[in-house]
């Protein structure tokens, strides 16, 4: 099926495709052609749209962390909001939106206390507009508490879990 003639003219090339209005503008076209999933990268860039029956969660991967900014891609650990007694850091909320500890209300936790973490552990998805954020640790240690429950509404640089490095 040619989308050509729906997608708008863009005479700048480097465009990127995590623009908001060409992810609207996807996000359309898949629900105006029924489509389920739609899978682009650009350069190093990749974003990867699925849908399904209520339940089935929405996926998108980041791009990897070289290719944006440390700040906006990737959850950051803050040691200044750690208690004076322990050297905990946290994985804070890069997005608003709904927390969800699990990708699917059958499947198990992404991650409980205890667990081992690198820097690319899926820790939770954050969903919002429709799309389900994976949220990677960002940093490696043992998860020691999660702050917030499923459901949870979220704001950007809410604490999520506490890590012990």
Same mark, same amino acid.
């Given at each position: 099926?040619?989308?050509?003639?729906?997608?708008?003219?863009? &005479?700048?090339?480097?465009?990127?495709?995590?623009?908001?209005? @060409?992810?609207?503008?996807?996000?359309?076209?898949? *629900?105006?052609?029924?489509?389920?999933? +739609?899978?682009?990268? *650009?350069?190093? *860039?990749? #974003? @990867?749209?699925?849908? $399904?029956?209520?339940?089935?969660?929405?996926?998108?991967?980041? !791009?990897? %962390?070289?290719? %944006?900014?440390?700040?906006?891609?990737?959850?950051?650990?803050?040691?200044?909001? %750690?208690? %004076?007694?322990?050297?905990? +850091?946290?994985?804070?909320?890069?997005?608003? $939106?709904?927390?969800?500890?699990?990708? &699917? !209300?059958d499947k198990p936790a992404f991650v409980k206390v205890g667990d081992q973490v690198n820097a690319d552990t899926i820790v939770c998805l954050i969903e919002a507009m &429709?799309?389900?954020?994976?949220?990677?640790?960002?940093?490696?240690?043992?998860? =020691?508490?999660?702050?917030? &429950?499923?459901?949870?509404? #979220?704001?950007? $640089?809410? =604490?999520?879990? @506490?890590?012990?490095?």
């Open positions: 099926m040619n989308f050509e003639k729906n997608m708008p003219k863009d &005479k700048d090339k480097e465009t990127s495709i995590f623009d908001i209005s @060409r992810l609207r503008e996807l996000i359309e076209l898949m *629900q105006e052609h029924e489509l389920n999933e +739609v899978d682009l990268k *650009q350069a190093e *860039q990749r #974003i @990867r749209l699925r849908r $399904g029956p209520d339940g089935v969660p929405v996926t998108y991967s980041a !791009p990897p %962390a070289a290719a %944006a900014p440390a700040a906006s891609s990737a959850p950051t650990a803050s040691a200044d909001a %750690a208690p %004076a007694d322990d050297n905990s +850091v946290y994985i804070l909320s890069e997005a608003v $939106g709904t927390f969800y500890s699990r990708s &699917k !209300p &429709k799309l389900f954020n994976e949220v990677p640790a960002g940093l490696s240690g043992t998860i =020691k508490e999660v702050l917030v &429950k499923d459901g949870d509404p #979220i704001d950007h $640089g809410k =604490k999520l879990f @506490r890590v012990e490095p």
